[in-house]
């Protein structure tokens, strides 16, 4: 009897083990779910910084929980900023992924402990909300930029990093355009930098001998070199739509030539993203001017958005279109 409840007790352990063992092994995989489609967007506050005059500029980012799937959700009743105005410049039209430090909103030098508060609710009913204060700790520079967006270590600069100002990006022509559906808009920028933090492009050895692109092989056995998100520092300049018509039940597609690289966090390899372990910096034109043509295949009024990011810092500027039929 007493060789059988020590059985008993010896099998209910293993048993609890295992189930334990099953438990702790299947978080991880739980919390490394991902999807294309069907999930929400989570807005984000990124942080404070104070204004010449006094003022303070709130900044906003956003997660769209979706690899592929860019949502539309119009300013109103699911896409809203409180109190106050409800629309403050948010984006209608949201990237995948995580975007960081996409727009701004500037309150007067006496906002004191007040909340403003941006709230998003997604086709698929969920409802989330971005919580902006004064709080020190959410005080923000261009080390903390350049470190969140993964161009630096967390926690680390470098004189060069220090001395970096963001590129200018100049639109030729009016910030009002009019072009039919179907038939390409051509924009032209141009992007002005101080060429800090240096491309992996003009990265000259330490040795003072010319710079040489590693090949795509060796590149893709390299490690790792951080365990957070890591960037590849480099100029370059991406339109995208930032509002447009669409809707939950209407879609529409705008097309870029060239194809532009992503803004946003694509992490995948051979993605066209910063984030990408293989992604090149572009060539830059000489006289600094990028050239690219738009088409939008549906009417309506839409916002483009062009940001040059020198791997550190950024620029935006934006153009209103309207499409007719």
């Given amino acids: 009897m007493f060789r059988d409840k020590i059985g008993s007790f010896t099998g209910l352990f293993f048993i609890s083990v295992f189930a334990a063992l099953l438990l702790v092994t299947s978080l991880p995989l739980q919390a490394q779910l991902s999807f294309r489609r069907g999930q929400h967007v989570e807005p984000a506050y990124e942080g404070w910084r104070e204004n010449p005059d006094g003022t303070y500029s709130f900044v906003f980012g956003y997660f769209n929980e979706n690899w592929e799937q860019e949502l539309d959700i119009s300013v109103g009743d699911l896409n809203f900023f ?3 105005d409800t629309d403050r410049g948010q984006p209608t039209h949201f990237l995948p992924r995580r975007n960081r430090f996409t727009f701004e909103v500037v309150v007067p030098s006496d906002w004191g402990d007040r909340e403003l508060v941006w709230t998003i609710t997604s086709p698929n009913g969920e409802t989330r909300s971005a919580y902006a204060t004064l709080a020190t ?3 923000i520079d261009n080390m903390v930029i350049a470190s969140e967006t993964g161009s630096l270590g967390a926690g680390t600069s ?7 100002t963001p590129p200018v990006v100049t639109v030729t022509g009016d ?4 072009v039919r559906a179907g038939e390409p808009l051509r924009l032209l920028t141009n992007v002005a930098d101080d060429g800090l933090p240096k491309s992996r492009r003009n990265r000259d050895p330490e040795d003072g001998s010319p710079a040489v692109e590693l090949p795509v ?4 056995l390299r490690p790792p070199r951080r365990s957070t998100v890591g960037k590849t520092n480099g100029l370059f300049l991406s339109w995208n739509v930032y509002r447009g018509p669409g809707s939950p039940d ?9 194809p532009q690289s992503k803004p946003w ?9 910063p984030w990408g372990p293989l992604w090149t910096p572009p060539l830059v034109p000489a006289d600094g001017n990028f050239e690219v043509e738009i088409t939008f295949d549906e009417p309506g009024s839409y916002v483009l958005w062009a940001r040059a990011d020198d791997g550190g810092l950024f620029h935006d500027q934006y153009v209103t279109v309207t499409v007719t039929p």
Avoid: H, I, L, W
């Fill in 82 to 84: 409180s109190p106050g």
């Fill in 137 to 139: 700790d959410y005080g």
């Fill in 217 to 220: 092989e060796s590149r893709m």
């Fill in 265 to 273: 966090e694509d992490t995948r390899t051979s993605a066209n993203s």
């Fill in 250 to 258: 209407t879609q529409y597609k705008v097309q870029f030539d060239p």
């Fill in 175 to 178: 910030r009002s355009r009019t």
């Fill in 158 to 164: 470098s004189p060069e990093s220090r001395s970096n």
